[in-house]
């Protein structure tokens, strides 16, 4: 038997729900792509960082087909974006171009912490959708963004300088940027 959906929390239609989750995913999926633009304009610089440049333009290019999607749902559902769109290009950008002039390993501990931060973000929205293509989009997408983390995980990102540190600092701040796209 198939369980029945989670209904809204109370006062919250269907509606404003579906809203809120396509515009911060939207939201989230623009910071990543930015995220990856800055590691790649830094690590392309270094000879060395090869197999990183090409892994995280693998990366990339995952994220820029779901920011497409998302900017299409975004525009079939009639749902603003974020206004909080311009600060998380620059705050994306600076995030991946910061981390990676710390290195390869530290770019790596960037993204693992942002797509830890995603994927559980993911799983709750899919305990609340119905089944349906939305649930089975995200599906996808979090199988992705869970690859992406373990690829970081596997080029080394455990072992970045202040590894500890830089993952609660990226991880409280994915937090807190979902909490903001939801509302702003």
């Given at each position: 038997?198939?369980?029945?959906?989670?209904?809204?929390?109370?006062?919250?239609?269907?509606?404003?729900?579906?809203?809120?989750?396509?515009?911060?995913?939207?939201?989230?999926?623009?910071?990543?792509?930015?995220?990856?633009?800055?590691?790649?304009?830094?690590?392309?610089?270094?000879?060395?960082?090869?197999?990183?440049v090409a892994a995280v333009r693998e990366m990339a290019r995952t994220e820029d087909e779901h920011l497409a999607k998302f900017q299409g749902l975004l525009?079939?559902?009639?749902?603003?974006?974020?206004?909080?769109?311009?600060?998380?290009?620059?705050?994306?950008?600076?995030?991946?171009?910061?981390?990676?002039?710390?290195?390869?390993?530290?770019?790596?501990?960037?993204?693992?912490?942002?797509?830890?931060?995603?994927?559980?973000?993911?799983?709750?929205?899919?305990?609340?959708?119905?089944?349906?293509?939305?649930?089975?989009?995200?599906?996808?997408?979090?199988?992705?963004?869970?690859?992406?983390?373990?690829?970081?995980?596997?080029?080394?990102?455990?072992?970045?300088?202040?590894?500890?540190?830089?993952?609660?600092?990226?991880?409280?701040?994915?937090?807190?940027?979902?909490?903001?796209?939801?509302?702003?």
């Amino acid at each position: 038997m198939a369980r029945k959906p989670r209904p809204a929390a109370p006062g919250i239609s269907a509606q404003s729900e579906l809203d809120t989750i396509l515009r911060v995913d939207h939201a989230g999926e623009f910071g990543a792509v930015r995220i990856y633009k800055g590691q790649l304009d830094v690590l392309k610089r270094n000879p060395r960082a090869r197999e990183a440049v090409a892994a995280v333009r693998e990366m990339a290019r995952t994220e820029d087909e779901h920011l497409a999607k998302f900017q299409g749902l975004l525009s079939e559902h009639r749902v603003r974006p974020t206004a909080l769109e311009p600060f998380w290009r620059v705050a994306g950008y600076a995030l991946g171009a910061g981390t990676a002039l710390m290195g390869e390993k530290a770019a790596m501990a960037c993204t693992a912490a942002v797509e830890r931060v995603i994927d559980a973000h993911y799983a709750g929205q899919m305990a609340r959708l119905p089944a349906g293509d939305l649930k089975d989009t995200i599906r996808k997408f979090r199988d992705e963004e869970i690859a992406h983390r373990d690829e970081a995980l596997a080029r080394g990102a455990e072992k970045a300088p202040f590894y500890r540190l830089l993952d609660a600092a990226i991880a409280a701040g994915c937090r807190a940027a979902i909490a903001l796209s939801e509302r702003i």
